[in-house]
């Protein structure tokens, strides 16, 4: 704020009025929370609110947001010098596995969520310098967010962790995971809401976690936060030493201008600026988190000349080697806020601002943040259910440790009691099955099971439950066990009836309503009785059977083939821990109907045909027996593949982990492959067009698998029978058997010989190093398939290999000779020449000439305005358009986000860097 004073008769005066107004303004900033801050000091003892010291923002106890958990006191050794009051209290969690805060929101608003941590040897056991890990995991909502590590940790220092998410409902939750490395707990909690148009990348798929909100200058104080900052935002001061720096101030506003506000940077924080004496060119901004938290960072840097004499300033920006901006001048007074479109470094160590030959001055920087990608890929509970099993939970009163958080979401921490269906993996979990049995319930049956139009098993039995049974009118419902309450009738007329049809297990038995009802629900004596024959009988015969079964094998099956060996003895004990299925043999068996339907064959093993319980087709891969001893890279190809998700990949639905059978389990194509369809006859032919679509498909996947999975992916087998087509005729692209991880930080990877003849790289051949360049040429090839038709090496009337084939075609006739005939000549030229020249850009010898995956995505979406626009079919018709309308969608996440489904490197790891440690002042 400025003031003006006119005409006072004292200066001495006007500056004790002006005092006592921004004195008076404080009181009023202080005295309040702004609209929407929630400030929740954990474990703190009393019930009213209190402002704090600092920034008059109000904090209040956590006992409304949160379930379980222990209060506690810092040791008072450290109290004295605690610089707030949130240090002092906190929330020990030394019960279950996922404990989590439940906080209030709009859904689909932006917040930022900043949890602190002060450990304060709390419980006396000085855990953080005793030599032992500590450790333990932050969740937001059902995604990994950050690993909070307190190793070796000054018991006084608050650890700081922050992350800009958008809520997914009504509420959002902040989950403390116990890893099993020290006992979590959580100091204070703290959201705030964000303007919509702020932080752009920020979206349903993406957060990002804060790695340092640097400011540079002279600015007082340790931090700059609220009211400075109107979202509380930390902008903490970069230590660097005097020479050769130089600080620049200005008292004149900075701002950005109207519509360009995407990070609403502090006036303050802008007016100051740090930059080099004459003589010096480039500033080094070293990135200090540990590497292996390195794997995609989003740098944002903000800029403002603030020097008043007009200066020629003019850098470049570096990330490893990497030119991120090239002659960047900032404007005068005003905030240009610079970053790749959210676009991800992989490992920065350091960023470089260099200055340019035709500059006079060298570089500035006035403020800098830095995130880590934290990705949303975990889908949560069906909301639907998730409401009916929270009014459940109220409606008994329930309290168990681990119904807290999502009910399904992660699987490892789903709640005890339930069973949810994960079949579709691209819809929300639901619950099909609730059991409660001996839980101590009490009162009425909760209406609420009757919404859940998912469950098909609900077992209340053995508890204290009383009146009559309310119409369970769920198709769904398959086994109602109201066993051993204290329920009486009448029976609803719609379950009697299900009852009778044989659609619904119903048992009552204990009850009394069983007094005056004689059927077989409520029969003990019937039950009792087939059940004591059953316990005598059954063994008996078992065991007779199993004796001569014993005596047949050894007769008959000793010493053959293994076809018929009890699979089941060789199931491994210790599962993956994957958000996949785990299938045993006997359920891939089941499945695939014995194997009976063999759909395709590979060096890998065998590809069967199968249908899971509720219908769905999928493909199971069988690794050979002779082939297991050597897989020692298919169970981290499970891990990795499992957090693959792209609709140009094929979804990876499960896995077998048997010694004797390694399998994989995967979404069955109808349409079979692209080489089925581009050499299967003339009964179906594609379109220019359709192939278009299909090639834009496959470099998709490719894409995906390069540039945005971390580590990288090289396919290794890329060829036309490896792309898969679904109804609609949407590429996927499969056979991730071969598939190995890039690391960015090496240039190549030595492994054995990979690919088949005619796709394989010629450079592979020379070097034995295969790299993202490696599947760009075995694409080229494919390319070349969709538009020839041909098969990548020719026989007849001598032996091709396809790109030599078409550079003689070419060079004895014309580009319409190398065209697949079944085209008829119904395509664009200029879009044919194209295509051609990329094909051919693609196969290259030499890899550094070949273009990457981004660069084929980006040609190949130029040609698909100039294809010809009669539409050949109405269902290609309807494919281009709802192809188009799904690019575009993803397209613009992907540009914004970065996105990738790889959530490993986060797991990994610690968070820590830049925002580890803030000391908590303001100013």
């Known amino acids: 704020m400025v003031i003006h004073f006119i005409c006072w008769p004292s200066t001495k005066l006007a500056w004790i009025l002006a005092l006592l107004l921004n004195l008076v303004m404080m009181i009023q900033v202080h005295g309040q929370s702004p609209s929407g801050f929630i400030s929740i000091d954990c474990g703190f003892r009393n019930s009213s609110s209190y402002n704090d010291n ?56 932006k917040y930022l969520l900043r949890a602190m941590f002060t450990y304060g040897n709390y419980d006396g056991l000085n855990k953080t310098l005793d030599g032992s890990l500590f450790l333990f995991g932050l969740h937001i909502g059902v995604n990994f967010w950050a690993a909070v590590n307190l190793t070796n940790n000054d018991p006084s220092v608050t650890v700081s962790k922050e992350v800009l998410t958008i809520a997914p409902s009504n509420s959002v939750s902040v989950c403390l995971i116990n890893f099993g490395s020290g006992i979590p707990f959580i100091s204070s909690l703290e959201l705030r809401p964000l303007e919509d148009m702020m932080y752009p990348f920020v979206n349903t798929s993406v957060s990002i976690s804060l790695d340092g909100r640097i400011r540079f200058g002279n600015i007082p104080g340790a931090v700059t936060r609220y009211p400075t900052d109107n979202y509380d935002r930390y902008w903490v001061t970069w230590p660097y030493k005097p020479y050769p720096w130089i600080i620049l101030n200005t008292t004149n506003k900075v701002e950005s201008l109207p519509g360009t506000n995407f990070f609403n940077v502090p006036s303050d924080v802008m007016q100051n600026a740090l930059t080099l004496d004459v003589n010096s060119t480039g500033i080094e901004i070293p990135v200090d988190s540990p590497e292996e938290l390195r794997e995609e960072i989003l740098p944002i840097f903000h800029f403002a000349e603030i020097d008043g004499s007009n200066p020629s300033r003019r850098f470049d920006i570096h990330s490893a080697g990497e030119l991120l901006f090239s002659d960047f001048s900032p404007s005068r007074f005003q905030v240009d806020s610079v970053h790749q479109n959210g676009l991800f470094l992989r490992k920065p160590e350091a960023f470089l601002l260099n200055k340019t030959r035709n500059s006079t001055l060298p570089p500035l920087i006035n403020a800098l943040e830095v995130y880590f990608l934290v990705r949303m890929d975990n889908l949560t509970t069906d909301s639907d259910d998730v409401n009916h099993m929270k009014e459940v939970k109220k409606h008994y009163n329930l309290t168990r440790i681990n119904w807290n958080g999502d009910p399904c979401s992660p699987r490892e921490y789903s709640w005890e009691g339930l069973t949810c269906d994960y079949s579709k993996s691209n819809q929300n979990p639901r619950i099909v099955s609730v059991n409660l049995s001996m839980s101590g319930l009490k009162g009425e049956l909760a209406i609420s099971f009757m919404n859940m139009v998912s469950l098909e098993k609900l077992d209340l039995s053995h508890n204290n439950l009383t009146g009559a049974i309310p119409d369970y009118q769920l198709k769904s419902l398959k086994i109602l066990n109201l066993s051993n309450n204290q329920l009486v009738g009448p029976i609803p007329d719609s379950i009697l009836q299900r009852v009778q049809a044989g659609s619904l297990d119903l048992r009552l038995e204990g009850n009394p309503v069983c007094s005056e009802v004689k059927d077989t629900y409520c029969s003990n004596k019937k039950t009792n009785t087939v059940r004591t024959l059953i316990a005598v009988i059954v063994p008996v015969i078992l065991v007779s059977l199993l004796v001569l079964m014993w005596i047949i094998w050894k007769l008959c099956w000793e010493g053959k083939s293994g076809d018929h060996e009890n699979y089941a003895m060789y199931e491994e004990e210790t599962s993956l821990h994957v958000d996949i299925r785990r299938f045993t043999y006997a359920e891939l068996k089941l499945i695939t109907n014995d194997f009976q339907s063999i759909i395709g064959k590979g060096g890998f093993g065998i590809v069967y045909h199968g249908i899971l319980e509720n219908g769905d087709e999928v493909a199971v891969k069988v690794l050979m027996e002779t082939s297991i001893a050597e897989s020692k890279d298919f169970l981290p190809e499970v891990q990795t593949l499992s957090k693959v998700y792209h609709k140009n990949l094929v979804t990876l639905k499960g896995y077998c982990q048997n010694k004797k059978c390694l399998a994989l389990v995967y979404d069955f194509m109808s349409r079979g492959n692209l080489q089925q369809l581009l050499r299967g006859g003339d009964d179906y032919s594609l379109n220019w067009e359709q192939r278009l679509y299909i090639a834009l498909d496959a470099a998709q996947g490719l894409e995906y698998l390069h540039e945005s999975c971390t580590p990288s992916i090289v396919h290794r087998d890329v060829k036309t029978p490896n792309i898969l087509l679904d109804k609609n005729l949407v590429g996927i692209i499969s056979d991730f058997g071969l598939s190995r991880a890039f690391n960015d930080a090496h240039t190549h990877i030595s492994t054995v010989a990979a690919g088949t003849l005619g796709y394989l790289d010629p450079e592979y051949h020379a070097t034995f190093q295969l790299t993202v360049k490696t599947d760009v040429y075995s694409f080229g090839i494919v390319l070349l398939e969709i538009i020839t038709g041909q098969p990548p090496v020719l026989m007849e009337p001598q032996t091709f290999h396809l790109p030599n084939w078409v550079r003689h075609k070419i060079a004895m006739g014309s580009i319409h000779d190398i065209m697949d005939k079944r085209l008829l000549d119904q395509y664009n030229v200029s879009s044919l020449q194209s295509v051609v020249d990329l094909a051919m850009n693609c196969v290259e010898n030499a890899a550094i000439d070949r273009p990457t995956m981004t660069d084929v995505v980006s040609r190949l979406k130029e040609q698909l305005p100039a294809v010809s626009s009669e539409k050949q079919s109405v269902s290609a018709s309807t494919r281009s358009m709802n192809s188009m309308d799904a690019e575009i969608r993803r397209q613009f996440q992907l540009t914004i986000s970065g996105v990738s489904n790889e959530e490993s490197s986060f797991q990994s ?15």
């Open 54 to 109: 600092t920034t008059g923002i109000q904090f209040g106890p956590d006992g409304g947001y949160v379930e379980g958990g222990t209060g506690k006191q810092m040791s008072q050794e450290f109290i004295a010098n605690a610089t707030n009051e949130q240090q002092k209290t906190l929330r020990s969690f030394p019960d279950g596995s996922r404990n989590c805060y439940t906080l209030p929101s709009t859904i689909g608003k």
């Open 909 to 923: 790891g610690y968070t820590g860097g830049m925002s580890e440690l803030i000391p908590l002042s303001g100013r």
